[in-house]
């Protein structure tokens, strides 16, 4: 889910947007769950959230901006939310003020009844698609990447809505995970190539379907399967029957969800998240040790890859940076300037710790370098003697444009500098990042497979498995014309 009319994706350092779907289909509580699972998966995006349910009669929605408990832990909202089955969405995007109208799930009423969807992912061809669209004559009411999907499916010829959406799907690149509720039906979708997560599970009588397995585990939810790259689950009254209507491709799963973005405790393709980072973190120790005392995570996303290094190494696993957790994202990331200013709101060096330590820092990854610079510059006024820096993911050199946010390539660290000038940049002793090899032992893979990659890894490898569409196709200047600023 993408604002492709907010700015252009490269002239925008922030554009490219994480989310977070969940939907339920048979349970008189649904909304109430939808809310449970979107707290879950609220490190997603925290930006803004929404649910819209259906009651057999009418659909229900609310959506606001903001995080998931502020807008869904009033009962009242929730008892507006009546209905069966519901789905939800969270919304991150760390550009400018979110308008209402971008927040999902998306709502239409089309010729053949409401529809409503909620998307993570980030179609690469969204904004050819709108130019086509507008000029038939759709008139878009948000300037969501997603919108374009429902668009086209009112305008398809088919006459089942199941078919509709198919004929819809098979109009875009990119990558998606939907969520989609009708009255009759909630349907998961997941891209062919499987880039974005989507899992299904049970509850009782009823069929879950969400972002993360966490979001399952947080509603006493069983953990039912992972829904397949290019393949379709519709649940109605009759149960649950799976489509694949698209042309079937080798899987390419986001490998930075492991990485980052993924909830630790959550499991993609039979893999814990929490395990396969202490693994990144053991394969790191294994390439690029340096002698030091202390082993210190940057607190949260690198605590479980330090705690592989210092295993692996066998050195004291300790915390010399205490992280405070009052510090919202939304909070700190508007502007650079906020930014730089959040990373000292947001960390605190544990100096009687690190005082006269050889320290080894460890964080998942550097984007802007920002993070890492602020850190050992204050693990160094903490007194720390020497500051080794290990990231947990190979250096992020391109940008991402399959739903992660990430800033335009100019302004990742990596693009810009080679590593000994990043090192000096960030004011290291020593330097490094796990190899791409490295980082697919720890998926436990024997390295990276050239002629098809496991994952896709294009934000550190520039290898894209779909086509930039929109990039590279000239709608510069039509996406120009849309360029409003709110
Ligand atoms: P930076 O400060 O720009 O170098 O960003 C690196 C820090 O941001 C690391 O501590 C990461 O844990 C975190 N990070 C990495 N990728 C993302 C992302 N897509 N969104 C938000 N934070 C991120």
Request: charged share 20%; aromatic share 6%.
């Amino acid at each position: 889910m993408t604002d492709i009319a907010f700015q252009h994706p490269f002239d925008d350092d922030k554009l490219h947007e994480e989310c977070g779907v969940f939907g339920v289909f048979g349970n008189v509580e649904a909304a109430a769950l939808t809310a449970l699972g979107l707290h879950a998966l609220q490190h997603r995006g925290q930006e803004a959230c929404g649910i819209v349910s259906f009651d057999n009669t009418q659909f229900h929605s609310h959506r606001s901006i903001g995080r998931v408990g502020d807008n869904f832990g009033d009962e009242a909202v929730i008892a507006g939310l009546a209905g069966h089955c519901a789905i939800g969405h969270n919304r991150y995007s760390t550009s400018g003020e979110p308008a209402l109208r971008n927040v999902q799930p998306l709502f239409a009423d089309l010729g053949h009844g409401g529809l409503a969807i909620a998307h993570n992912g980030n179609l690469t061809n969204a904004q050819t698609l709108r130019n086509e669209l507008v000029s038939r004559g759709s008139i878009f009411q948000s300037t969501m990447d997603s919108e374009v999907i429902i668009h086209l499916t009112a305008t398809s010829r088919q006459a089942r809505i199941v078919d509709r959406l198919t004929d819809a799907l098979r109009q875009v690149v990119g990558a998606y995970s939907l969520v989609v509720l009708t009255s009759k039906k909630l349907i998961g979708v997941r891209d062919p190539m499987g880039i974005r997560p989507l899992v299904l599970g049970r509850l009782d009588e009823a069929y879950i379907l969400a972002s993360e397995t966490c979001a399952l585990e947080i509603i006493g939810a069983e953990f039912v399967r992972e829904i397949d790259p290019g393949e379709m689950v519709v649940v109605d009254e009759d149960g649950i029957t799976s489509h694949r209507p698209f042309p079937t491709h080798p899987r390419r799963f986001c490998i930075f969800e492991h990485v980052y973005f993924a909830r630790p405790d959550s499991i993609f393709d039979d893999r814990s998240v929490y395990e396969a980072r202490k693994r990144i973190g053991a394969e790191l120790a294994k390439e690029s040790h340096a002698p030091a005392d202390l082993v210190i995570p940057i607190p949260d996303s690198g605590t479980p890859a330090a705690l592989g290094y210092a295993q692996q190494v066998g050195l004291p696993f300790e915390l010399g940076i205490i992280r405070n957790h009052y510090i919202g994202r939304t909070f700190i990331e508007p502007t650079d300037q906020i930014r730089h200013l959040g990373v000292r709101l947001k960390h605190s060096a544990n100096a009687p710790l690190v005082k006269g330590k050889r320290i080894v820092l460890v964080d998942d990854s550097i984007v802007r370098g920002t993070t890492s610079t602020k850190i050992v510059t204050m693990m160094r006024e903490a007194g720390a003697s020497e500051v080794h820096m290990r990231i947990a993911s190979p250096p992020t050199a391109h940008s991402c444009y399959y739903g992660v946010d990430t800033p335009e390539r100019s302004k990742l660290l990596a693009a810009r500098y080679d590593l000994a000038e990043m090192a000096r940049l960030i004011g290291v002793d020593t330097l490094a990042f796990v190899s791409i090899d490295g980082l697919y032992r720890a998926m436990g893979e024997t390295s990276r497979n050239e002629g098809q990659p496991q994952y896709c890894d294009a934000c550190f490898t520039g290898d894209y498995p779909l086509a930039l569409v929109d990039r590279d196709g000239g709608q510069e200047t039509q996406l120009s014309l849309l360029n409003e600023r709110r």
